[in-house]
């Protein structure tokens, strides 16, 4: 299994920048898939998360209101629309998958079996 993310980069704050993260090996389309960042000198936190095979979704408190995750069952892949972006969002962000998750174990980062290799988002003030 693999997960790959792309479209990372470099955004001036206050603009918008869209990650996407394609699955391959098997599909997430009944699991749960996720968003998580590493800043430099901080430890890894949960950004977003789809859960399971339907629409719920749930955001950090600091991400919420400017960030949307979506799902493409199909195509296996999950995407992180970021807007009104911060230089506090500036991170490695990660994306993640699992197919068994309970909900109050989707916010942390140990229960998740697949990881992305990152893909560095920086926000210049």
């Known amino acids: 299994v693999q997960l790959q993310a792309s479209g990372g980069g470099l955004v001036q704050a206050g603009g918008s920048l869209r990650i996407s993260c394609a699955a391959s090996g098997r599909s997430f389309s009944q699991g749960t898939m996720a968003w998580f960042r590493q800043a430099p000198g901080k430890e890894r936190e949960f950004v977003a998360a789809?859960?399971?095979?339907?629409?719920?979704?749930y955001y950090s408190d600091s991400v919420r209101g400017r960030f949307t995750i979506s799902r493409d069952k199909a195509m296996n892949t999950v995407t992180l629309q970021m807007n009104s972006l911060k230089p506090e969002d500036t991170a490695v962000y990660y994306c993640?998958?699992?197919?068994?998750?309970?909900?109050?174990?989707?916010?942390?980062?140990?229960?998740?079996?697949?990881w992305g290799q990152g893909t560095l988002v920086t926000v210049s003030s």
């Open positions: 789809i859960f399971r095979s339907g629409s719920s979704t």
């Open positions: 993640a998958a699992d197919g068994h998750l309970i909900l109050s174990s989707i916010t942390m980062a140990r229960h998740y079996d697949y």
